[in-house]
């Protein structure tokens, strides 16, 4: 169960206090456009019209630790993207629901100039352990209100989506109701609903709750078995198996993203637990990062998906709903970025 929380961590993007981040900052650590880069943001690339669409449904989740939306909102290339996730909403435990950021209205007038939709997460890795506040407010008495607080709150920001990441105990025995429920409101509002989902809480997710999403972001990585043993973390045969599980249960293959990381995993070969560090630092401190998928320096082992990889990724998702990244501000800029490889690969 350790394993699970702690993997959890890092895709909720909390494991800058768990296993430590590259680049302490709390400032834009990639993703960004590189000098003269038009459209904004992540990769230069071929120059490519702000409003031009990604032909592969790409989806994309910005944490706000990684620098306010109004500097995103010049440095993100939305022509790379079709969703962007705004992680994570500040919930209270009387249910109010707000983002702190004060251009988040901004961010959302340029993405949707460009065509982009944005959408913001729910939850994280504080729920894994308890549910957080999330234990009482989707609980018969307190959820009715707090989904009103929920819709109100989408339809004052302009949002185009919601989306459910609850993990662990978050999963509670109200998760169904809370799904369902929202989702009707949303969709009657022209608006949707998605989750990010992983095998390890799978279970918890009834049917009826997995086909209440419009689409489900799966979060196909960290995939090792024991946290102090080197191993790769998100292969393409494991990573598939993650993916191959939602289409398994049910799930409309065209409802199934295929989620990658932009991050890799650092062991020390002696022993001990993995340090995660962004894409872009890695490129930063070894540039021959982006053709390799294993790493050994200094005592170390790290594990990531290459470029190489994720544009083998993206071809995949072609045969599923799209694909989803773990996160843009971890991105690399220029001609290293992740984001302008996926798109490179799928027009």
Not at 276 to 288: E, G, K, M, N, V
């Amino acid at each position: 169960m350790l394993r699970f929380a702690l993997r959890t961590l890092v895709v909720a993007g909390l494991a800058c206090t768990v296993l430590g981040c590259g680049g302490g900052d709390g400032g834009p650590r990639g993703g960004l456009a590189s000098a003269g880069a038009s459209g904004g943001g992540s990769g230069s690339g071929p120059e490519l019209d702000p409003t031009s669409r990604p032909s592969l449904r790409t989806v994309a989740y910005l944490p706000t630790y990684h620098g306010s939306l109004s500097t995103w909102t010049r440095q993100l290339r939305f022509a790379n993207v079709s969703y962007v996730n705004i992680s994570f909403a500040d919930i209270d435990q009387a249910g109010n629901v707000s983002v702190s950021d004060a251009g988040l209205a901004g961010f959302v007038a340029s993405a949707h100039a460009a065509g982009a939709k944005v959408c913001v997460a729910m939850g994280g890795a504080t729920t894994i352990d308890t549910g957080g506040v999330f234990a009482t407010l989707l609980q018969d008495a307190n959820r009715p209100a707090f989904i009103d607080n929920l819709v109100l709150f989408a339809k004052n920001n302009s949002l185009d989506c919601l989306d459910v990441d609850l993990e662990g105990h978050g999963v509670n025995a109200f998760y169904e109701a809370f799904v369902t429920e929202l989702s009707a409101r949303l969709k009657a509002d022209g608006r949707e609903l998605t989750a990010a989902v992983a095998g390890w809480f799978a279970d918890g997710i009834s049917d009826k709750a997995m086909l209440s999403f419009d689409f489900i972001n799966v979060m196909a990585y960290d995939l090792y078995s024991s946290i102090t043993t080197p191993a790769q973390p998100a292969s393409i045969e494991e990573a598939t198996k993650q993916v191959e599980l939602w289409v398994a249960r049910g799930m409309p293959k065209e409802r199934v993203l295929y989620g990658v990381p932009f991050y890799g995993l650092q062991w020390p070969t002696a022993g001990g637990q993995p340090k995660q560090i962004t894409y872009a630092d890695l490129i930063r401190s070894d540039p021959t990062a982006a053709t390799q998928d294993e790493l050994q320096a200094n005592g170390t082992v790290t594990y990531l998906n290459s470029r190489s990889t994720i544009q083998a990724k993206a071809q995949l998702a072609k045969t599923y709903g799209g694909i989803m990244v773990w996160e843009a501000g971890q991105d690399a800029t220029g001609d290293a970025s992740l984001l302008q490889a996926i798109r490179d690969a799928v027009p």
